[in-house]
């Protein structure tokens, strides 16, 4: 089944700098790919969204980069300020497939 | 806006009690899932449903049991609690066609 790995589990930038997390996943059907943003005790929301047919998406200071060859994507933070402080999880969906498969998040910290 | 609703929101129970998790979500889709997360951790699936009356196992059954009983309801149940499910469960929904995943705001069990 699909397998996705996330990197790096922990990452500390400085207000202002840019950040970036990767995700590497394993099936080639992977067509449908998802970040989500959670809070210290608090639920999942859904930051962004990636369908198959696009390689780049923009929103919320963030940027989603597909690279289907490589079966990489990519969460890349321009400006980091404090609100983006969280763990961010990626999450692919393959066809024929019900299921979502997550990464193991990556702890955003971001320091004045 | 999508609405998934979980009860309890926290809960404590002793080993080898019995545990009901409910989760209801109004936002008429056909799938539901629940997910576990531990502390630190990402998320694993445990079962998921797509019609009423009917359940999967995800990547983690053991130890638990799903009910749907209509669409809008589904139950996790641990017959025999164990210490080793101390975790924040998550309830989600999506609708049909690997739309995204819509969260309800968890429950934290504690097994003692």
């Known amino acids: 089944g699909e397998q996705v790995e996330q990197r790096p589990p922990h990452l500390s930038v400085r207000e202002g700098d840019s950040a970036v997390i990767t995700c590497t996943y394993t099936d080639p059907n992977s067509y449908y790919f998802f970040w989500y943003k959670q809070e210290p005790g608090a639920s999942l929301q859904l930051l962004m969204k990636v369908f198959s047919s696009t390689e780049i998406n923009e929103g919320q200071g963030f940027t989603v980069l597909l690279n289907k060859k490589d079966k990489r994507l990519s969460l890349n933070l321009t400006a980091a300020h404090p609100g983006d402080s969280a763990a961010y999880f990626c999450?692919?969906?393959?066809?024929?497939?019900?299921?979502?498969?997550f990464g193991a998040g990556t702890k955003l910290t971001i320091k004045p | 806006e999508a609405a998934v609703t979980q009860s309890p929101r926290s809960k404590v129970a002793v080993t080898g009690g019995k545990v009901t998790l409910s989760c209801h979500q109004t936002n008429n889709h056909d799938y539901m899932y629940w997910y576990r997360q531990d502390t630190g951790h990402g998320l694993r699936l445990i079962h998921y449903s797509y019609v009423a009356d009917s359940t999967e196992k995800g990547d983690i059954p053991d130890g638990y049991k799903a009910s749907r009983p209509s669409q809008e309801n589904f139950s996790l149940i641990l017959e025999l609690a164990s210490l080793s499910q101390t975790a924040v469960y998550f309830c989600?929904?999506?609708?049909?066609?690997?739309?995204?995943?819509?969260f309800g705001p968890g429950t934290r069990l504690t097994v003692l």
């Open positions: 989600a929904s999506s609708g049909w066609g690997g739309a995204e995943q819509y």
């Open positions: 999450a692919v969906r393959s066809y024929g497939n019900e299921k979502i498969t």
